[in-house]
Nanobody, 121 residues
């Protein structure tokens, strides 16, 4: 059974950095892309960034472009989301997902359990 496991969340001060990891474990089937999303209570899950697994082509939601960087290590089946200059409004549960790619939740069929990121002094 294929699973996505996020790690790296936690508490960080405003202006700080965190790097989230997403490990694809189990029997790995082909997927075109990995995406990162976040969600706060009462709001819809928000797209942040995605990467084409084979080519490394990336795309970002405008609000995080320049602060967040998505990457992947193909050999290890791990994706990353590096987050810099974090703001209190970045506080959310962060999810990784794999699928065909795109900027909506409907493009991704497999999701991790989420990891909490809290930005606070």
């Amino acid at each position: 059974q294929v699973q996505l496991v996020e790690s790296g969340g936690g508490l960080v001060q405003p202006g700080g950095s965190l790097t989230l990891s997403c490990t694809v474990s189990g029997f790995t089937s082909d997927y075109d892309a990995m995406g990162w999303f976040r969600q706060t209570p009462g709001k819809e899950r928000e797209f942040l960034a995605a990467v084409r697994w084979a080519s490394g082509v990336t795309w970002y939601e405008q609000a995080v472009k320049g602060r967040f960087t998505i990457s992947r290590e193909i050999a290890k089946n791990i994706g990353y989301l590096q987050m810099n200059r974090l703001k209190p409004e970045d506080t959310a549960v962060y999810y990784c997902a794999t699928g065909s790619g795109g900027s909506t939740i409907w493009s991704y069929g497999l999701w991790g359990q989420g990891t909490q990121v809290t930005v606070s002094s």
